[in-house]
């Protein structure tokens, strides 16, 4: 099994994680509800907040989103599927895709298996489906998952053979 998951584009040499549009659109409308909420809560516990405290909560919840736009990277999961079988390898792929959240949308032959998590659509990027198809890779029949490196690494250490 091998996980591949190429370096991000860079702007002026700053690596960005950002896929689409709707990906920026999301992530700023989750830190900015994050926040109203944080504020919200602090302004009822408290007599009120000073600026720097509304800098430090503001700061908060953009650090906070950060990290849902990086798991989200693009990665390719190749499984060789010998000596098992494909139809194994896929079963226990699709199991652990079940597991986290995923269900399978449409089965397109010659494309492969799409699958897309149960979240809500406000919280669902496109940039986190998962196409499952079969492939060769050196020679060898193989079963390639592509989707965010976030869910295919959980998906690789979930099927790699316990160390002995």
Do not use: C
């Not at 992530?27 to 994050?34: D, K, L, Q």
């Not at 919840?61 to 390719?76: H, I, L, Q």
């Not at 010998?82 to 449409?106: C, D, F, K, S």
């Not at 089965?107 to 809500?120: A, D, E, I, W």
């Amino acid at each position: 099994m091998v996980l591949n998951v190429p370096p991000l584009r860079t702007v002026f040499g700053v690596p960005i994680p950002i896929q689409s549009v709707l990906q920026v659109l999301s992530a700023v409308a989750a830190a900015a509800v994050g926040a109203a909420m944080a504020l919200g809560l602090i302004h009822w516990l408290s007599d009120g907040l000073d600026p720097g405290g509304i800098a430090m909560i503001l700061a908060g919840a953009v650090m906070g989103a950060v990290p849902s736009v990086y798991v989200t990277r693009p990665s390719t999961l190749t499984i060789r599927t010998a000596p098992q079988g494909e139809r194994y390898w896929r079963q226990q792929v699709h199991g652990q895709l079940e597991r986290y959240g995923y269900h399978l949308i449409e089965t397109v032959t010659g494309q492969g298996t799409r699958y897309r998590t149960r979240l809500p659509r406000l919280l669902r990027w496109s940039e986190n489906e998962i196409v499952v198809k079969s492939a060769h890779d050196a020679g060898m029949e193989a079963l390639v998952a592509t989707g965010p490196s976030l869910i295919n690494t959980i998906v690789l250490n979930a099927l790699r053979p316990p160390a002995s």
